[in-house]
């Protein structure tokens, strides 16, 4: 059973500027007295998410809407677990992935098919299922006797196709993507969109953030609108969009 | 499962350099072994092995230290995606700093051949040794890898204090070389000295004394209760400090 329930979560981020990062400004500032540090020393507070409550259930296909520095990437993070909110709880159940970006952990050095391995274990698919799979990534690729070559050989378009297509080998309960993947030339494209939408409908939940109105309908059955780390407005995707987008 | 990913990860990347990390380390063995061993007129085959192995296991634990201090911020693109418990990466590191100590140990018997010793049985008791040493020196990295990511210059800090440890240490210098008195002290109160002896002295068939034993469990008894403590408090921390 997957499910994601935030109830009241806020989020601060600490800024430090280079001056608050040194040990050394902290204990001469403490040596001054303390007192007035606060003020000059930077440490500013940003509130990125304030005040969140959402519960998601298995089989919900949530959309994200919201202009740049709403806090879009800073709940998919929240979501996916990996900020830990420093108010109000945050529950997650299910495996999550989050598949923002693709090419993490590719080692340039290695060649294509040590990549797969690599990008693999970092979205945690275990070994064994890795082994069994690796040929029908390595096919879906396309890259063909490129795969043994170093990745650092590769061209851009089939860097990215290698990930593309490791990254999309897996099952996840919860999967978070942050806008569609979308690779290659015309060909490619075509059989990575059907690939994508393959993960999509097989997850249980889906957490998608877009800027793109058709995507958001065509794949999502309830929108996000986030402002200012607030939750402006919560509710079916049609409604929603129509509200955001404007008509 | 992710200890395995270190290995695909590690191995690969060292492949190219990884025996130039031993011929180095015997070119600098070799080096300072003539130049010391004449200076303090230590006959070589005293003092080859007795530099060998300080500097071997020295180079692991500085390095671990050092690395430590950043094994967060390397690792920076990983945790702000993907949701793994943070102490892998430190494993990781030490990991990493395992393959390349296991790669400079060779070196050892060669040297071991070269001057005439035997091996004997008390050479295995380094076996335990390395692993209290590691475990002790996991926990440091690990409180320094979670407050380095707050305060980033205490990594400098850090790399200043390991070469004065490294002076300080009876490493390039042999202890029955130190004048009786209050310079023992040096010796005694240094965490690093027994971290040492735990390695060295089987490898030149003596038993560690039980104080060594002793400092040394001791130590990784507080200080794992100590890092534990910092990182259960500050985990949740770490990404906003990325």
């Known amino acids: 059973m997957a499910s994601i329930r935030l109830s009241n979560v806020s989020v601060d981020f600490p800024v430090f500027n280079a001056v608050t990062r040194s040990l050394k400004n902290r204990l001469l500032s403490a040596a001054t007295g303390g007192m007035i540090d606060r003020r000059w020393d930077g440490h500013v507070i940003v509130r990125g998410l304030q005040d969140v409550t959402l519960a998601l259930e298995e089989g919900e296909r949530l959309g994200l809407v919201g202009h740049n520095g709403a806090g879009k990437t800073t709940l998919l993070r929240v979501l996916s677990g990996i900020y830990y909110p420093t108010q109000g709880t945050s529950e997650i159940e299910g495996e999550c992935v989050s598949l923002i970006n693709m090419s993490l952990g590719i080692d340039p050095e290695a060649t294509g098919r040590e990549n797969i391995k690599l990008r693999g274990a970092i979205m945690g698919i275990p070994a064994e299922e890795l082994c069994e799979r690796i040929d029908e990534i390595a096919e879906f690729s396309g890259l063909g006797e490129f795969l043994d070559m170093p990745f650092r050989t590769y061209s851009s378009g089939m860097q990215l196709r290698l990930a593309f297509s490791t990254s999309t080998a897996i099952r996840p309960e919860i999967l978070v993507l942050d806008e569609w993947l979308s690779t290659g030339d015309e060909n490619f494209r075509e059989r990575s969109n059907r690939r994508l939408q393959e993960i999509v409908n097989s997850t249980k939940i889906l957490i998608l953030a877009s800027h793109s109105k058709d995507l958001l309908l065509a794949n999502c059955s309830r929108i996000v609108w986030m402002e200012h780390g607030k939750v402006r407005m919560d509710g079916p995707a049609a409604e929603v969009a129509r509200e955001y987008f404007g008509g | ?242």
């Open chain 2, 1 to 242: 499962m992710f200890g395995w990913q270190d290995i695909a990860h590690r191995y690969r990347r060292s492949r190219v350099g990884a025996f130039w990390v031993t011929l180095n380390m015997s070119v600098t063995i070799g080096a300072l072994g003539l130049i010391f061993g004449t200076l303090f007129r230590v006959p070589i085959v005293e003092f080859l092995p007795y530099i060998c192995i300080s500097l071997i296991f020295w180079t692991f634990i500085a390095s671990c230290i050092n690395e430590g201090c950043t094994s967060f911020v390397d690792s920076e693109g990983i945790i702000l995606q993907v949701r793994i418990p943070l102490f892998v990466h430190v494993l990781r590191t030490i990991y990493r700093n395992g393959i390349v100590l296991g790669h400079n140990v060779l070196i050892l018997p060669l040297v071991l051949l070269a001057v005439g010793r035997p091996p004997t049985w008390h050479m295995l008791l380094a076996i335990p040794g390395v692993l209290l040493m590691a475990l002790n020196v996991l926990w440091m990295m690990l409180i320094l890898s979670v407050v380095c990511v707050r305060y980033r210059d205490l990594t400098h800090i850090v790399q200043n204090f390991l070469q004065v440890i490294f002076y300080l240490t009876p490493l390039m210098w042999m202890p029955q070389t130190l004048p009786d008195g209050p310079y023992r002290l040096i010796l005694e109160f240094n965490p690093f000295y027994h971290l040492m002896m735990l390695v060295r002295a089987p490898l030149f068939g003596e038993l560690p004394a039980s104080a060594n034993w002793m400092v040394c469990i001791g130590l990784a008894i507080a200080g794992w209760t100590v890092a534990l403590h910092v990182y259960g408090r500050y985990r949740h921390r770490i990404p906003y400090w990325l």
